[in-house]
């Protein structure tokens, strides 16, 4: 008999299935034998979702995180931050917001570095910022990161340096026992790791090696929450790109979708990013 369930769901942004060449593909690299373990029995999405272009990141997260096709339903694949149109879909229908039906206890784990939500600028609100603020009323700040609460969207916070932070850096396993801690207070937690995406449209292999090495030591710590009853990890991508060298360029490969601990059956039929959602919520039915 099932127990009450808890879920750590890993978005990271920009991680496509690529080509069997470690010449090509940075996630075959030996160096990173965990991330490789972990991605070598993931199920392949489709996240072109029947529309032509490649795969974007408005359209594609907008999809993930509402099991809505954004792009057929937007006539095309969007780019960075959700237009009006499809940010008022996203207030509307959320997976934060399906869940809260449920009557769940849902969180998104990553801080900002603000003091007042409202200083976001609308046209600069991801879809997940969209969903927060729309179904929670609300984001982590700095005084949950300070205290362990959140974890910034790089997981070390090497990048707070410029924005006022000056505080030590942390290892990627400490910002995931953070991660841990605060998903064993929720009954769902999402965290966004959006440096791939950049890192791959950057073309710096140093950029793209730092992020591969965070995950390499975060995803596996993390990963072991599945290890406990009533728990289970996810992990997917919105389209790929830090996948292929040979590009700067989003690129039409599947994404990959990890399923570990309890309730993975829900996920095996899945094919591609609007499969989701609906089987998050048949895990909690």
Known sequence: MHGELKVIFVFVDGLGIGADDPAVNPLLDP???????????????????????????????????????????????????????????????????????????????????MDDPHLIPPRRQSVTTVMT????????????????????HDIT??????RGYDGELVTPEAAADHLLGIAEEHDFTLFEYFLTDRAGHSGNPDLVLQCLETLERFLPRVGTFA????????????????????????????????????????FQSVENLTGIVPAILGCFS
């Open 31 to 113: 160096r990173f034998p965990n991330l490789g373990r972990m991605l070598k029995h993931a199920i392949p999405l489709d996240a072109c979702l029947g529309v032509d272009g490649t795969p974007q990141s408005a359209t594609g997260q907008a999809t993930l995180l509402t099991g809505i096709n954004a792009p057929k339903l937007m006539g095309r694949h969007i780019e960075g931050f959700p237009p009006p149109a499809l940010k008022h879909m996203i207030q509307r229908e959320n997976l934060f917001a399906k869940l809260r039906q449920l009557g769940k206890r849902c969180t998104f784990a990553n801080s900002y570095w």
């Open 133 to 152: 603020l729309a179904a929670l009323g609300g984001v982590r700040h700095k005084a949950e990161l300070l205290s362990g609460q959140a974890v910034n």
């Open 157 to 162: 916070r090497w990048t707070m340096h410029t």
């Open 227 to 266: 290890e406990n009853p009533d728990r289970l990890f996810l992990l997917c991508s919105d389209h790929g790109n830090i996948e292929d060298g040979t590009t700067r360029a989003h690129t039409k490969n599947p994404v990959p979708l990890v399923a570990l601990g309890d309730r993975t059956e829900h």
